[in-house]
């Protein structure tokens, strides 16, 4: 099922504003993902299988380094809704 | 010449309390830990009993990024480990500045393994398993948690010895110490309390089926009993050189007089008499004591018949009839398997510290060879000053400990 952009950028906010303990208010468009989660290569693992669980997208390996903003997980997650 | 080894610390999450206090409480009471778990009946269990044990929630205490690589029993461990910690007097600066090692029981780690496979069956992605799978799933998932959390830096090691393996931790930390290897060494043992860890030890009939009376199932060296109740829960102990802890003023509980092992190299599941005979023997040996010290003695038995019969005789062996008291503290835990040559020790020392035998429950009718006991069925009020604990395991591994009172 294809969420509305809005819809899914809730989700995935609360989820991830759950799993790694901070207020969702935190979480910006335009905010640096693993600086605001504090990630570490191990953490990271974490976040993407959450987001990918949250919005049923796949993300490629090689992806994952190149999304750096919530922004641009935002933008990459509904342009690969199915 | 060697370092003569005592306790400073100890601390215990287990069925019958997770403070000192309460478990000397539940001991003396004679309270079960035991209950019936209905949810195991629908798992296809054989026998649904089982130690109650809630998981506890280390929010407060710790960061997610600690608590994710901690399966249950990990977290049993922390909450004993710091305790034992707090009672020796033992805080971070003194850690971040010594060499303290760390060497703890743990013998599996199935529910982390169940639940990783799972997804890989079903989602085809391994990423999805998340990033503490691996560390929780390994059998050094606690040394490997605790070693990091209160950044120890001596030697760091699980030691995976069956139902004996909390008490060869604390063997083996004692010969360190003795040697002068260590200083100081966190011993203890975890057993997780998840279903999915015993399914297939219930698969071979080992448990009790004395399912309309929970309270009644674990009983040690009862003609009637059926089996073992699993339990579950972490014990930790201080172990520390005589010299570093007058040094540190720390309180002096107890010392660690003798360790005694063997192996049996006999059947995988069914204990002899002659394994568990000779680690009796070598620990009294190594102990340097007349055994008539040795005021108590806190058995492995573990409810079933072949084992506790074949103890009953070792012991028997070695200290003849009816001379000492010995009670089997599973009676109201169960069987608390990698956790238990630990806690069986807290156990002995609570009642060291207080002046009574914790009565063996259950304890209603001898059988041949326990009928050559004494094994008290009520807790008595009796002052000892020595103590003898007892862990056997599968493989015939052995294990005794003998503490002094301090």
């Not at chain 2, 102990?287 to 070792?314: F, L």
Request: charged content about 20%; hydrophobic content about 40%; aromatic content about 6%.
């Amino acid at each position: 099922m294809i969420m509305e952009k809005q819809e899914l950028i809730e989700k995935i906010n609360a989820a991830l504003a759950e799993e790694f303990e901070i207020d969702v208010e935190d979480i910006t468009p335009e905010g640096d993902i693993k600086a605001t989660l504090e990630l570490d290569s191990l953490s990271l693992v974490d976040m993407v299988a959450l987001v990918e669980s949250e919005s049923g997208v796949k993300i490629k390996g090689s992806d994952v380094a190149q999304i750096k903003t919530f922004g641009a997980l935002y933008d990459y997650l509904t342009e690969h809704q199915n | 010449m060697l370092n003569r080894v005592v306790i400073t610390g100890m601390g215990i999450y287990s069925c019958l309390g997770k403070t000192l206090d309460e478990v000397r409480d539940s001991l003396y009471t004679g309270k079960s830990g035991i209950i019936f778990d209905p949810a195991r009946k629908e798992m296809g269990f054989r026998s649904a009993l089982t130690a109650k044990l809630e998981i506890p929630d280390l929010k407060k205490q710790l960061s997610r990024s600690q608590r994710v690589y901690m399966p249950e029993q990990a977290k049993y461990a922390y909450c004993a480990t710091a305790d034992a910690l707090k009672q020796a007097g033992i805080d971070q600066d003194y850690l971040n500045t010594h060499d303290v090692g760390l060497l703890y029981g743990n013998d599996s780690s199935a529910d982390p393994v169940v639940k990783a496979v799972d997804t890989m069956r079903e989602k085809k992605d391994t990423t999805l398993c998340g990033s503490g799978a691996i560390f929780q799933s390994m059998n050094s998932t606690v040394t490997m948690n605790l070693g990091c959390i209160f950044k120890l830096k001596g030697i760091n090691l699980t030691v995976s010895g069956a139902c004996a393996s909390g008490s060869h931790a604390i063997g083996l930390g004692a010969l360190l110490i003795q040697n002068g290897l260590q200083e100081m060494v966190v011993c203890g043992g975890a057993q997780e309390v998840n279903p999915f860890s015993i399914g297939s030890f219930d698969g071979i009939s080992a448990f009790s089926v004395r399912e309309s009376e929970p309270e009644k199932a674990s009983r040690p060296f009862d003609r009637d009993r059926d089996g073992l109740v699993p339990g579950g829960g972490a014990a930790t102990v201080i172990l520390e050189s005589y010299e570093s802890a007058v040094r540190r003023g720390a309180p002096i509980l107890a010392e660690v007089l003798g360790y005694g092992f063997s192996s049996n190299g006999d059947h995988i599941s069914s204990p002899n008499v002659d394994g568990p005979t000779k680690s009796l023997q070598m620990a009294i040996k190594r102990a340097g004591i007349d055994i008539r010290e040795i005021g108590y003695v806190n058995a492995h038995a573990t409810s079933t018949h072949v084992g506790d019969t074949n103890e009953a005789k070792a012991i028997f062996n070695v200290f003849g009839e009816k001379s000492v008291e010995v009670t089997s503290t599973k009676s109201q835990t169960g069987h608390e398997m990698w956790m238990a040559g630990a806690s069986e020790v807290i156990y002995s020392m609570l009642m060291m510290k207080n002046g009574f035998i914790a009565g063996n429950i259950n304890f209603e009718n001898p059988d041949e060879a326990s009928g050559h006991l004494l094994i008290p069925a009520q807790t008595i009020e009796k002052r000892f000053d020595t103590f003898l604990s007892n862990s056997f395991g599968f493989g015939g591994t052995n294990s005794t400990l003998i503490i002094r009172n301090m």
